[in-house]
């Protein structure tokens, strides 16, 4: 009978670079952030705890979605059955967060929507400890654990950190849509952005400093036919 994870060692895990240890350590890192959350008093802390949950947890899924779940279609036999019940937990989290994210802080509704959240997270927690991840355990080797914690672990550092609605659930099309989407989310994080801004202001540093890459790079195509133009004339004249 499949074990869940959350009671095995590291080793038996398949090591610290198995998906497995690496699915356990991002639904630890997300409990404890969500517990912060709880027991911190409104205001900036509390703020900065919830925003560290979201953008764990939608970079997270985000590379489960991609790299995980199709693996697990492919070598759990009932692995469609088991990833569209997470797929929906996914979904559901993703809209309560899109409504967190436009109501104001301190609000009852958010608080609310928040409560409901955590707790969708930690049954997908639940569900995937218990059910999911160890089916994969059991249908795959240490070797290729081991090769789909990398890939999932390339995926989940470049991966959207908030919710969308444009995003399917499933590879090729997250794929497409999430490349445009994590370039906006990441600069909105780097540049503390509020969520709830047009998103003209995340744009706009990136489209600057690309402007400024264009125009350098054609100030130094310029300069350079100019100085070669330059070394010519030098040349047929000394001639």
């Known amino acids: 009978m499949a074990r869940t994870i959350a009671q095995q060692t590291e080793e038996q895990l398949g090591g610290a670079?198995?998906?497995l240890a690496r699915q356990r350590r991002d639904h630890r890192e997300m409990t404890r952030?969500?517990?912060?959350y709880r027991r911190t008093a409104p205001g900036e802390d509390a703020e900065r705890a919830l925003k560290d949950v979201v953008q764990l947890v939608f970079s997270h899924a985000f590379a489960e979605e991609s790299v995980l779940w199709p693996a697990v279609r492919r070598s759990v036999p009932d692995g469609e059955e088991l990833t569209s019940r997470v797929e929906e937990e996914h979904q559901q989290i993703n809209d309560l967060?899109?409504?967190?994210?436009?109501?104001?802080?301190g609000s009852p509704e958010r608080e609310d929507r928040i409560a409901r959240a955590f707790a969708?997270?930690?049954?997908?927690?639940?569900?995937?400890?218990?059910?999911?991840?160890?089916?994969?355990?059991?249908?795959v080797d240490t070797a290729a654990q081991r090769r789909l914690g990398a890939a999932w672990e390339a995926v989940r550092r470049t991966a959207p950190t908030h919710p969308h609605p444009v995003i399917p659930r499933r590879p090729p099309g997250n794929a497409v849509a999430g490349v445009p989407l994590s370039v906006y989310d990441r600069t909105r994080d780097a540049l503390g952005i509020s969520p709830s801004a047009?998103?003209?202001?995340a744009l706009a540093v990136p489209g600057a400093l690309l402007a400024a890459v264009v125009l350098a790079a054609a100030w130094r195509r310029r300069h350079q036919t100019?100085?070669?133009?330059?070394?010519r004339s030098s040349h047929d004249r000394a001639a």
Not at 122 to 135: A, K, N
Request: charged residues 35%; proline residues 9%.
């Open 17 to 19: 670079d198995s998906v």
């Open 198 to 201: 047009p998103p003209w202001k």
């Open 33 to 36: 952030l969500m517990d912060l």
């Open 97 to 105: 967060v899109a409504d967190i994210e436009r109501l104001a802080p």
């Open 120 to 139: 969708l997270i930690e049954e997908d927690i639940r569900d995937e400890e218990d059910l999911l991840l160890p089916r994969l355990q059991e249908a």
């Open 226 to 231: 100019v100085s070669g133009s330059s070394s």
